[in-house]
Nanobody, 115 residues
């Protein structure tokens, strides 16, 4: 069993920044990757960024590339999402995910960007 706890969401004006954190815990936690997903109102949950756990290789969806940075702290079992130059279209609930035979999801954290 893996527990994921997210934090760092909030309300920010367009052009501002936020940093999301997702801390994983559980017996002998291990993974090959972690990702951040975003669910805008009335839309599906979509991948925003992912990172491979050992090598630190990253992937970004086109709409956030150059503005968002995903990173991880292996010692803390934590993944971060630094979000800069935020836009109103970045608004949504952000979830972290640990993929595997069973996918684990965090509870979500709300990000609201006002214009």
């Amino acid at each position: 069993q893996v527990q994921l706890v997210e934090s760092g969401g909030g309300l920010v004006q367009a052009g501002g920044s936020l940093r999301l954190s997702c801390a994983a815990s559980g017996r002998a936690f291990s993974t090959y990757a972690m990702g951040w997903f975003r669910q805008a109102p009335g839309k599906e949950r979509d991948l925003v960024a992912s990172i491979s756990w050992s090598a630190g290789s990253t992937y970004y969806v086109d709409s956030v590339r150059g503005r968002f940075t995903i990173s991880r702290d292996i010692a803390k079992n934590t993944v971060y999402l630094q979000m800069n130059s935020l836009k109103p279209e970045d608004t949504g609930v952000y979830y972290c995910k640990v993929p595997g035979a069973v996918d684990y999801w965090g509870q979500g954290t709300q990000v609201t960007v006002s214009s």
